[in-house]
């Protein structure tokens, strides 16, 4: 059973699986852009966006679920057909993944996405080296999703680290030197194949005696199809969602205006990313708990004030400072582009951050069918609005994103009411007074700072650290992060650094 500082520990190192690729993307991309050219660069994010969902159906979170279920229980035996049939299921949809992208790759490219002649030929291309990458990612994501079964989050996190550390220097370098984005994909196929590799080997190793492949029984196979059948549900969802919209706006916008929207997207994606690293711990915590309310209550509480300390702060400052941001990480003729998509989707990342708590409780709950009735209302909502809202451009995409994704969000109180018999409205009114007080002197304090220096990187992060150090201090003697909190915060820092 997790401890409060074993949980917290597993999500510092949950964070670092954020931390290094976020600094290292933030680094490369207006390189990447700018060697690329924003056309170029908008595929290239066109078909990463493609490999992100379409195919990546989630089959290891099946793996972390009954891994860290039956792990050090009598039922451990299970664990090997449970792993043997999420390698099977990876490679029939992986394999799928080629064959459909294979065949439908001219038509995607010509058809639906619609883009410009000169780029007709390597986006193909692209998409027949994307299905390459979606299949090494699944079984990249299974042998991932074991190690977080494990809790050996540190283990996970340098993996992931050297992958991504090896993926960002790889790319930077390709574009650097004039390659297109066929050859920047290619590396990326290459490096997540050896990062699998790297996974199955330390999976093995950690459950030397569990059998892999020793067979697969109707029990195991049936538990590992139902459970991932809410997940592949939302995953196809999403898939005809970033189609609609990435699609759109390449064939009416042009794929340079695709560039500013997923650009100033990334912020967001950033910040979920981040929110997610600190999550990873959650489903496998809740599995090992399934039966017991006040323990599942008390990680659910600490790790929505966590999130939502996280992504008010963030929130607040792009809210009053993305203009000066994305002026000095892309340039001034970038941000007058991108600033009000950027403020847009930040919002839209952050009530999806939020309720990503209640989102990962679900699926180490068992009941990712859930996830996939709020996927549902989300994505009905989200394209309504799109196909509305076409003459307003990238802003009324990112708001029609913003209005739909918002259900994510509300979806919390109807798991609170499911899982705990009630809504604790207590809990969110006190915590939001919090934190709104401490948003809004941030705030206040930025806007000033801003005024006063001069426009630059010392300057930009010297206010952003006061106003950080003003909104800590406002929490920290509010009572926000209460004393046990503290002491496992403070407990698990020394165990990660000594």
């Given at each position: ?16 699986t ?8 933030l ?11 924003l ?27 009954y ?33 459909a992208i ?18 007709r ?21 299974l ?42 994909l ?29 067979g ?24 005809v ?9 390449t ?6 205006q ?17 929110s ?8 496998p ?10 323990r ?6 600490r ?22 941001f ?36 679900r ?17 009905v ?28 969000f ?23 007074f ?9 705030a206040l304090?930025?806007f ?6 001069p ?44």
């Amino acid at each position: 059973m997790q401890t409060g500082t074993n949980v917290i520990r597993n999500i510092s190192f949950g964070a670092l699986t954020w931390v290094g690729p976020m600094a290292l993307s933030l680094i490369a991309t207006p390189y990447i852009v700018g060697a690329l050219g924003l056309a170029s660069y908008g595929i290239y994010a066109l078909v990463l966006g493609i490999i992100s969902y379409s195919f990546n159906f989630g089959v290891g979170r099946a793996a972390t679920k009954y891994v860290a279920e039956y792990q050090g229980t009598d039922e451990r035996a299970k664990i090997g057909p449970i792993v043997a049939s999420s390698f099977v299921l990876s490679l029939g949809l992986g394999a799928f993944a080629v064959v459909a992208i294979g065949l439908l790759a001219p038509w995607l490219v010509n058809d639906v996405l619609g883009i410009e002649a000169q780029y007709r030929t390597s986006a193909i291309t692209a998409l027949y080296i994307a299905s390459g990458v979606i299949i090494v990612t699944l079984l990249n994501q299974l042998f991932g999703s074991i190690l977080q079964g494990l809790h050996r989050f540190d283990l996970y996190s340098k993996l992931f680290n050297l992958s991504n550390l090896a993926v960002v220097v790889g790319n930077l370098a390709l574009a650097l030197s004039g390659y297109d984005l066929t050859a920047l994909l290619a590396w990326n196929l290459g490096v997540l194949a050896v990062s699998a590799v790297l996974n199955a080997a330390a999976s093995k190793r950690l459950l030397s005696d569990v059998p892999f492949f020793s067979g697969i029984d109707r029990s195991s196979l049936k538990k590992v199809l139902f459970y991932t059948s809410g997940v592949v549900g939302y995953q196809l969802l999403g898939n005809v969602l970033l189609l609609f919209e990435r699609g759109y706006i390449t064939r009416v916008l042009g794929s340079d205006q695709l560039t500013y929207y997923v650009v100033a997207m990334a912020i967001g994606l950033y910040l979920h990313g981040f929110s997610t690293s600190l999550l990873l711990a959650i489903a496998p915590v809740a599995s090992e708990q399934t039966g017991d309310k006040e323990r599942l209550k008390k990680l659910y509480d600490r790790s929505t004030k966590l999130i939502a300390m996280i992504v008010v702060f963030v929130t607040a400052v792009l809210l009053v400072s993305g203009g000066e941001f994305l002026t000095l990480w892309m340039g001034t003729e970038f941000a007058s582009e991108a600033t009000s998509i950027l403020k847009v989707h930040t919002v839209t990342f952050a009530l999806l951050s939020i309720g990503g708590v209640a989102w990962f409780m679900r699926e180490g709950l068992g009941v990712p069918k859930h996830n996939l009735i709020v996927s549902g209302i989300c994505f009905v909502i989200t394209l309504s609005l799109m196909l509305s809202t076409t003459a307003y451009g990238n802003i009324g995409m990112a708001l029609s994103r913003l209005a739909g994704f918002s259900v994510m969000f509300f979806s919390v109180f109807a798991f609170e009411r499911w899982l705990f018999g009630k809504v604790d409205f207590g809990f969110w009114l006190g915590n939001s007074f919090k934190l709104l007080i401490a948003a809004v002197l941030l705030a206040l304090l930025l806007f000033f700072l801003l005024q006063m220096l001069p426009l630059g990187w010392p300057g930009y992060i010297a206010a952003v650290a006061c106003g950080g150090i003003l909104y800590c201090g406002i929490l920290w003697f509010s009572g926000y992060v209460d004393a046990s909190e503290r002491s496992a915060i403070f407990n698990a820092v020394r165990s990660i650094t000594t």
